[in-house]
Nanobody, 115 residues
């Protein structure tokens, strides 16, 4: 079992920045990769960025060059630095953790980009 808690969401103006955090607890030794997904009202949950235990990263085309995923191994925390935010980035952002057999999700943190 893995538990995930996201934080850092909120209201930000277009062009602004925000940093999301996701702290993991439980059987953290079993985690192979962590990532961020987002879901806007009425839409499916889409991948934003992932990072493996080895440090490999992957980004959705829509956020490349603007978002950066990173991790703090000592604190079992993954971050999503979001720069140059756009209104279309508005969504609930979810952290996930992947093991060899399971996927775990946090409760989500809302991000609103608006003037």
């Amino acid at each position: 079992q893995v538990q995930l808690v996201e934080s850092g969401g909120g209201l930000v103006q277009p062009g602004g920045s925000l940093r999301l955090s996701c702290a993991a607890s439980g059987n953290i030794f079993s985690i192979n990769a962590k990532g961020w997904y987002r879901q806007a009202p009425g839409k499916q949950r889409d991948l934003v960025a992932t990072i493996t235990i080895g440090g490999s990263t992957n980004y959705a085309d829509s956020v490349k060059g603007r978002f950066t995923i990173s991790r703090d191994n000592a604190e079992n925390t993954v971050y999503l630095q979001m720069n140059s935010l756009k209104p279309e980035d508005t969504a609930v952002y979810y952290c996930d953790a992947e093991t060899y057999r399971s996927v775990y999700w946090g409760k989500g943190t809302p991000v609103t980009v608006s003037s």
